[in-house]
């Protein structure tokens, strides 16, 4: 029998990796099926193939259907399906990891557990957002109310800049059309870059649910990566697409989103990030994440070969 460490499944060298991957791929009023290892698009226009493996995050629109074999091969290549509604983008379903390496959700898992650490990640997160401050002795409560000043001041020099009427950030769960072109724009880029933000987190093989600065939510980890993108990419461009009109806001902002997250290689960025924050700098390239290799837990943190018999008399290794 097959067991779990040697499962004739793709491995990572066979996939494309994660920062070069199409960031995501949006489709509506259309069937998805499978070719090979393709997907196919299909609507009254005709059928697309697309290449699986190359797929960061397919969004599926109003009016998609998908087969059962469509999605086996999406979730064998590990790509992140989301289902998209006019009232924003809901995660719905997502692919195995592309690494076989648990490096990085155990890293995860040690910075959550200790207070100090799961506070120094916090504080590099803002670092990265807001390179020109020092957070280094900014407590949880600071950080937040810093945090919420730069969004506020980044609100208002992006209305400046672009000449767009500013009234405050409103957003009625639910209810997309509620709020004006601006912040309907906000939202949907905010969605989108979630999408985005959580597929490269499922494809490193790192928990979504254990978050360092967001806590509670089964997408923590996500929300917290994704707003390191927020004041850089998600909030100018919002204000771009509703400077150019107040029609079709939200198909506008998520193609306007897609290429600019392609043109700044985001995908790279963030991969890079997620292993800088969590990895100390000495195993920022996990040489294991490539390997589908199983170990067992001993004394004084050592790890030793799984597939062998520890119980015998004279505790000689013994090939199950």
Not at 144 to 149: P, Q, S
Not at 171 to 199: E, K, L, R
Request: proline share 3%.
């Amino acid at each position: 029998m097959t067991t779990v460490g040697k499962r004739p499944a793709l491995t990572p060298r066979h996939l494309t990796r994660t920062a070069e991957r199409l960031s995501f791929i949006y489709l509506e009023r259309c069937t998805v099926h499978r070719d090979a290892n393709a997907i196919t698009a299909e609507d009254a226009d005709g059928t697309t193939h697309i290449p699986s493996a190359t797929i960061g995050t397919l969004l599926l629109g109003p009016g998609t259907r998908i087969t059962h074999q469509a999605m086996s091969v999406l979730g064998e290549t590990g790509a992140c399906v989301i289902w998209v509604g006019e009232h924003g983008v809901r995660y719905y379903a997502g692919g195995r990891a592309l690494s076989r390496s648990a490096a990085l959700l155990e890293a995860q898992a040690t910075q959550w557990a200790n207070v100090r650490s799961r506070i120094a990640v916090a504080r590099a997160m803002y670092r990265l957002r807001f390179p020109d401050e020092d957070p280094a002795r900014l407590t949880r409560h600071e950080l937040l109310g810093r945090e919420g000043t730069r969004v506020r001041d980044c609100y208002r020099s992006q209305a400046a800049r672009t000449g767009v009427s500013w009234n405050g950030r409103k957003y009625t769960p639910g209810d997309f059309t509620s709020g004006d072109a601006v912040n309907q724009a906000i939202t949907a880029a905010a969605q989108c870059m979630y999408g985005v933000a959580h597929a490269v987190v499922a494809s490193l093989g790192c928990s979504p649910g254990l978050g360092f600065v967001h806590s509670g939510h089964e997408l923590s980890f996500v929300l917290d990566i994704a707003d390191l993108y927020k004041t850089d990419i998600g909030i100018p461009l919002a204000f771009d697409v509703a400077a150019e009109a107040e029609e079709d806001v939200g198909s506008r902002t998520r193609r306007a989103l897609r290429d600019r997250v392609n043109e700044t290689r985001l995908l790279d960025r963030c991969v890079r990030d997620i292993k800088g924050l969590l990895l100390p700098d000495d195993r920022s390239s996990d040489p294991g994440e490539n390997m589908d290799l199983v170990t067992l837990q001993s004394d004084r943190g050592l790890t030793v070969a799984s597939g062998v018999n520890y119980g015998t008399d004279e505790q000689e290794a013994a090939i199950w």
